[in-house]
């Protein structure tokens, strides 16, 4: 291997910012990690840096003198496609930051940040630019989101971006889609991962507990408060609160959401000590808090403070290329647990799994399979374990008239045959009622056909 073999095997980062000493300390990071390093104050140093070529990872402020950190995006990824971008910025930018993002920028980390969350956002970066985190999501950055659509693609690659930012985050969609999954993934891939998770159900709890809840409470302040008790808020301080069904608060409850949100401060209930802690907050809604700040049922400084970055979860039927592959995910998950050995789903089962609307959406199919392992008597998922009122079969008979007399070979291929038809000719789901093989089945209708070939005979 040459000498340029090894200098283009090592990442080569460009640090783009106007503050000499930020750029000079972030260079001895990542000069200490092993990485080349080249330093530019502007972007007329930077594009020349670009130019000569071979710069994998481009780190840039928002704000530069003369040409800013959007316009210089979009230099670099003309000049150099694929030099990854990361871009630093305060946190009143984080809209613009979002907007680098859709220009080409593969994350953004918001000032002031700890030294781990840059390197977290440039590791992902590299490992764009090597190939690792391939556009069909091979990798896995997040295993809990499962599927390789294109707009579980996009969710996936958005909630990996902005993981390693502080930014408030909003998750929407419908019931059942995996909202709280997201949170799950943004928790885990940020600084805040070795902090708590905290989840709290804003429509689970009366408005009179759910104060108390969030804020947490003084002895005596209220009847039955017998000791102090600490809120979600305060358990949640130096990770991340998941706030689901954020529109069922009430407009008081919104309120003290909001100053939260602003300073960090808020009372316990029975206290007048302001408490201040550092929690990031993601939010989930099943409504559009956009509708309801225009019906006025949601306070429209609250909603623009929780949608600094939004993403939103498809239904089901818009994606339901994963359903395959989410089913199969279920069904290894529910086969470990209950201890059954289930090779797959039957393709007729497949199919009706796949053309149903799922109106409950991946939590309706989770629970169907669930179901469908439980009554599994053979080897394959068949309709016959799936719901009568998904697959259309309620009308078909659920018993078999055999009449006294009838010998036992004709009477097991009646009892077959009528299986077969009550599955739709699926013969492993057949199987699968009967308690036996799909090999003993066609055993069992071959010698019944042979039997009835040598009676006509003998007749």
């Not at 530069?64 to 305060?90: C, F, Q």
């Not at 038809?421 to 066609?442: C, F, N, P, Q």
Request: charged fraction near 25%.
């Amino acid at each position: 291997m040459t000498n340029h073999d090894n200098r283009d095997a090592v990442p080569h980062v460009l640090v783009v910012d106007d503050n000499e000493s930020m750029r000079t300390a972030l260079g001895k990071s990542l000069t200490r990690r092993g990485w080349r390093v080249s330093l530019a104050g502007n972007g007329r140093d930077a594009m020349e840096r670009v130019r000569e070529g071979g710069v994998h990872l481009a780190v840039l402020d928002l704000k530069l003198p003369g040409m800013d950190g959007i316009e210089l995006l979009k230099s670099v990824k003309a000049a150099s496609p694929t030099t990854e971008v990361v871009m630093i910025t305060a946190y009143g930018n984080v809209e613009r930051a979002v907007e680098a993002m859709k220009l080409g920028a593969v994350d953004f980390v918001v000032k002031p940040f700890q030294r781990a969350v840059l390197m977290r956002a440039l590791d992902h970066a590299r490992a764009r630019q090597c190939g690792a985190v391939s556009e069909t999501g091979e990798s896995r950055p997040c295993p809990e989101i499962v599927g390789d659509s294109v707009v579980i693609r996009d969710v996936v690659n958005l909630t990996v971006r902005i993981a390693a930012s502080n930014v408030t985050v909003l998750v929407h969609g419908e019931s059942g889609t995996g909202k709280e999954l997201v949170a799950d993934a943004i928790h885990r891939l940020s600084a805040r991962a070795d902090g708590p998770l905290v989840k709290v159900s804003c429509a689970a709890l009366p408005e009179a507990l759910l104060e108390s809840e969030l804020f947490g409470h003084e002895r005596g302040a209220f009847t039955g408060a017998l000791a102090q008790r600490k809120g979600r808020f305060e358990v949640a301080d130096g990770g991340t609160i998941f706030l689901d069904e954020i529109a069922q608060l009430s407009d008081a409850m919104q309120a003290k959401l909001l100053r939260v949100l602003q300073d960090g401060g808020f009372e316990r209930l029975g206290s007048s000590d302001t408490r201040r802690v550092d929690v990031r907050v993601i939010a989930a809604s099943n409504v559009d808090l956009k509708e309801a700040v225009a019906n006025g049922r949601f306070r429209k400084d609250l909603f623009y403070r929780l949608n600094v970055v939004s993403i939103r979860l498809p239904p089901l039927r818009e994606r339901s290329t994963d359903i395959p592959q989410l089913a199969d995910f279920f069904l290894k998950r529910y086969c470990e647990r209950d201890g059954k050995r289930i090779m797959g789903i039957a393709h007729d089962a497949l199919e009706c799994l796949t053309h149903f609307e799922w109106p409950g959406n991946v939590r309706e199919l989770e629970n169907v399979i669930e179901r469908a392992v439980v009554l599994a008597r053979g080897d394959r998922i068949g309709l016959a374990e799936l719901p009568d009122w998904m697959t259309g079969i309620e009308g078909r008979p659920h018993h078999v008239c055999i009449p006294i007399g009838t010998p036992l070979r004709e009477a097991e291929r009646h009892l077959i045959e009528a299986h077969l038809r009550h599955t739709g000719g699926d013969k492993s789901a057949a199987a699968g009622l009967l308690g036996i093989t799909r090999r003993t089945i066609y055993r069992k209708l071959d010698n019944a056909s042979n039997s009835h070939d040598h009676g006509a005979n003998d007749r």
